[in-house]
């Protein structure tokens, strides 16, 4: 697939991958890395076309270990780069991510999941989202992630990654799925829409005219390191109060909601409709950002309605941070499915029903 | 009157104090860096990525940008930094553990790429900053704390020759490999530095030096005993050359 | 005259350069510095010294600062 301008006028139709390469293409991506992987690989394929006719930097790397740390490099200097992988191969990731936030650097990472644990399959799934907002690297750390749950949104989330990232010097990670990846969709990509970020103050750029910069992780000191903490979880603390994102739909009266992330949330929507539809007082609720999560408005949440039920293609993820928001003050149920295709809008509507006869 | 014929280099910074153990040879090897990016008016151009061990110190000391690799993980954010910004002269320093062992797949394939950066790589057959374990380049019958008997084949297998190995790689401008157990030799090792950044200067891909060096903390040597190893063992089977220089085609 | 200067705070008593210096013009001094070792002295009564810098190329520690030749 190749898109030739790379800012096309008005609609076009276009799978996830490419609409999440094409975005970082416009967004002013200057460096990619990567390294194929199942479901993600066109987003490889088509930056090794588009970045090269356009003169910017891609390298074909010979891990993924590889590629986050080529990631790390470029941003020291300031740079906008980014790679693309999936699951299994996001897990060898967790070091430099966790390097990358004690660094301070602006990487963007887009993980397609597919299902695991271990190899497992390249069906969709949501089995990542620990891995995303939890994470497996060592240290106190938190990475910002977003989760679209469309095409469209895959595109306006990877503009906002790059902007995130460098605004807050955090590794940023758009979260998608093997079936947002892999499905079309019309999307239109406008301009990148956010305002360019001044590195000036601490960018690699040689020691020109100024005392020399040094990024690093090492603290000799544990005091030092306490002091850096403190620092890192402010800055986080402070994203938690701008960037927080989630989408609602007729939560205002709801009895029950429905909350779900990613491309689950697109057939919860569909039953809520039709659950409405019966008479029944049921809304749906989406975190977009989901790392920082919005707990703050789903503690409001719970004291409107009288319970939430939590579905995702998992075993149960997001539902543990549902239950730390709503904190005990009413019940959260489970429906879920480890891997595959999204779960029917009707079996859907029958748990939904379920849970208010109760 | 007479004319000085040494100072300390611009690039180190001022009034520091290395922190390696008496007799270390990581110290000659940076001074030679830093003489070098004196001598080619690199100081203010250059970009560092420094990795894990004893070699990571290299920021505390050498006054140029810098940022700070995971272990083995050197050349891929060089690889990084230079694609984002070809315009800056950019190098690492390494030890053998990060550059052979751990990191041997981004040093390899950094040289096949032709990656238009510099390595150094410190070659004292040891794990030094973790008190003297076993790593790629340990000697056939070297005690170490994790080879208590000595290295032997049926347990550990073989060292690797790195500047050999580096020198096989297409992309590889220039590899040789230097040791610093004589005045003599480290004014060679200073030599094959230069030439090495020169090659990046000039464009020619990726070139590297192994330095052979010496630990004797955890080789439990005096410092002089150290430089005898180094000439009588090492440089027995880590043979000091050029292994590759597309200039002169060797 | 050619001569060298030792910086004695960097000294870390390794003695390289001891061995090094063709007119044997350095020897363990006497004092103890803040790293706790004897740093060697440069001692050239008889202005021996050939500024070859030996001494300074082998040092590890760059306590051997300056040299100067001539």
């Known amino acids: 697939m190749t898109l030739t301008a790379t800012k096309p006028e008005g609609k076009v139709l276009i799978k996830g991958n490419y609409a999440i390469a094409n975005a970082a293409v416009i967004a002013g991506c200057e ?216 989408d609602e739909y007729m939560t205002e009266d709801a009895d029950l909601i429905v909350a779900s992330f990613g491309s689950m949330s697109r057939n919860v929507k569909s039953a809520v409709k039709i659950a409405r539809e019966k008479g029944l007082k049921v809304g749906a609720f989406r975190p977009i950002t989901i790392s920082p999560f919005p707990n703050k408005r789903l503690k409001e949440l719970s004291c409107s309605a009288k319970k939430f039920l939590v579905t995702e293609i998992n075993m149960g993820q997001m539902v543990r941070d549902v239950r730390l928001a709503v904190n005990g003050k009413v019940p959260v149920e489970f429906y879920g499915k480890g891997v595959g295709s999204m779960i029917d809008v009707e079996d859907l509507v029958d748990k939904i029903e379920s849970l208010i006869e109760v | 009157m007479a004319t000085q014929v040494f100072k300390v280099p611009d690039s180190i910074i001022k009034d520091m104090t290395y922190g390696f153990c008496p007799g270390c040879d990581h110290g000659v090897a940076i001074r030679l860096v830093a003489e070098c990016l004196d001598e080619l008016g690199l100081k203010e151009n250059a970009i560092t990525a420094t990795s894990i061990g004893c070699s990571v110190c290299l920021y505390d000391y050498l006054d140029v940008d810098s940022v700070e690799a995971p272990h083995g993980r050197a050349l891929a954010e060089a690889t990084g930094i230079k694609r984002a ?32 950066i510099t390595a150094i790589c410190i070659n004292n057959t040891t794990y030094g900053m973790t008190g003297g374990q076993l790593g790629p380049t340990t000697l056939l019958g070297q005690v170490t704390t994790t080879s208590p008997t000595g290295r032997n084949v049926e347990y550990y297998g073989y060292p690797i020759r790195i500047a050999e190995h580096i020198a096989l790689c297409e992309g590889t401008a220039y590899s040789a490999r230097v040791s610093l157990d004589s005045v003599a030799n480290i004014r060679k090792a200073k030599q094959a530095i230069k030439k090495a950044f020169e090659y990046q200067l000039k464009g020619l891909g990726f070139s590297f030096v192994e330095i052979l060096s010496t630990c004797p903390t955890n080789w439990h040597m005096t410092p002089q005993k150290a430089h005898d190893r180094v000439r009588d063992d090492m440089m027995k089977v880590f043979v000091p050359g050029v292994y590759k220089d597309v200039l002169q085609k060797v | 005259m050619s001569h060298i200067e030792i910086d004695e705070q960097r000294c870390k008593a390794c003695y390289l350069c001891i061995d090094e210096c063709p007119k044997k013009l350095i020897k363990v001094g006497e004092k103890v510095n803040k790293l706790g070792a004897k740093p060697v002295e440069f001692c050239d009564p008889k202005g021996e010294c050939l500024g070859c810098a030996m001494c300074a190329t082998r040092c590890p520690d760059m306590a051997i600062t300056k040299v100067f030749r001539g």
């Not at chain 1, 790390?72 to 990731?93: P, R």
């Not at chain 1, 679209?148 to 990232?165: H, M, R, S, W």
């Not at chain 1, 390191?225 to 800055?235: E, P, R, S």
């Open chain 2, 85 to 116: 910004r070809p315009d800056k002269f950019v190098f690492t320093y390494q030890g053998d553990g990060d550059f052979a062992s751990i990191g041997l797949g981004e040093s390899t394939h950094a040289a096949l790429r032709g990656e238009n």
């Open chain 1, 31 to 246: 460096c990619y890395f990567g390294y194929p992987i199942t479901p993600q690989s066109e987003i490889g394929e088509f930056m090794s076309g588009k970045m090269q006719e356009l003169k910017r930097a891609y390298v074909s790397s010979e891990s993924e270990l590889a590629s986050i740390n080529m990631v790390i490099g470029a941003c020291s200097t300031g740079a906008k780069a980014m790679t693309s992988s999936s699951s299994c191969a996001v897990s060898l990731m967790q070091e430099a991510l966790s390097y990358a936030t004690a660094e301070e650097l602006p990487v963007v990472l887009v993980s397609v999941m597919r299902g695991g644990p271990g190899l497992g399959n390249i069906y969709p799934s949501q089995g990542d989202y620990n891995q995303a907002t939890i994470g497996g690297g060592n240290g106190d750390y938190k990475l910002i992630v977003l989760a679209p749950g469309n095409v469209q949104e895959c595109i306006d989330l990877t503009y906002k990654a790059f902007y995130l990232a460098h605004k807050y010097k955090n590794p940023t990670m758009v979260l998608a799925d093997g079936l947002l990846g892999q499905m079309m969709e019309p999307v239109t990509f406008g301009d990148y829409p956010y305002p360019e970020v001044d590195d000036s103050a601490w960018a690699l750029t040689g020691a020109k005219g100024r005392g020399r910069r040094v990024i690093r992780s090492y603290a000799p000191s544990a005091d030092d390191q306490c002091v850096f903490l403190n620092k890192l979880y402010a800055k986080y603390a402070l994203i938690e109060e701008k960037e927080v994102m989630y």
